[in-house]
């Protein structure tokens, strides 16, 4: 057995596809329910909260298909992976309280942040730092 | 943890990747194993000492 280790010659695109294709849902989730209640001020609350939270859905098959993938590794590969995914897990909850805090006090920020950061920022944040904690982790073991 | 997973591989003549596939784990975990970076999980040390014929104390033993 190899080690399926991301970012490896064994992690096929078919691998990343089957791994992140809920990631692609939840990016689209998220540009078109923040298309929609951009453009309907007048929906209820209970709707536009409905709206704001669906790609939660997606987020949360994406987090079980990771989960039935990292089960599948071998013991070593499947420690690397939940210590590293473990680690930009906390960087990301990290940023965003950061980031909350900065606006809460009202501490100018650039736009982008200005709303605090929403779903696909932060994945792409908690998965930056997966990898380069990973590739650490990784070498650790060589 | 010590252990004497690579004398009784190279005793066997067996590759770090023969011996990974006969133990269904990757070259990583058996090179971590040797090299004392990693201690296997009690089911694969079981099935190392399966694999050796031999008590798993005999393989694996606590720094004291």
């Known amino acids: 057995m190899e080690s399926v280790q991301p970012g490896s010659s064994q992690y096929s695109p078919q691998t990343s596809w089957k791994l992140h294709g809920w990631l692609v849902v939840t990016a689209l989730l998220e540009i078109v329910s923040d298309y929609v209640l951009r453009h309907n001020p007048g929906w209820s609350e209970l709707l536009r909260a ?30 690397i992976q939940i210590e590293s995914r473990l680690v930009g ?54 | 943890m010590k252990n004497r997973v690579r004398e009784l ?23 971590a194993i040797e090299t004392q970076k990693y201690d296997p999980s009690l089911p694969l040390a079981l099935k190392i000492g399966r694999l050796f014929k031999k008590p798993v104390e005999e ?6």
């Open chain 1, 50 to 79: 409905g709206c704001a939270l669906s790609p939660l859905l997606p987020c949360v098959m994406w987090v079980r298909t990771w989960a039935r993938f990292v089960g599948g590794l071998d013991e070593l590969q499947r420690r």
């Open chain 1, 89 to 142: 897990c906390i960087g990301a909850l990290l940023a965003i309280l950061a980031i909350n805090a900065l606006n809460m006090h009202g501490i100018a920020l650039p736009k982008f942040f200005a709303r605090g950061l929403s779903f696909m920022p932060a994945i792409i944040l908690a998965g930056i730092i997966w990898r380069i904690a990973s590739a650490v982790i990784n070498r650790r073991y060589q």
């Open chain 2, 9 to 31: 591989r190279t005793a066997k003549n067996w590759s770090q990747g023969e011996l990974a596939d006969r133990l269904a784990v990757s070259r990583q975990t058996i090179n």
């Open chain 2, 59 to 64: 393989i694996f033993e606590t720094d004291e």
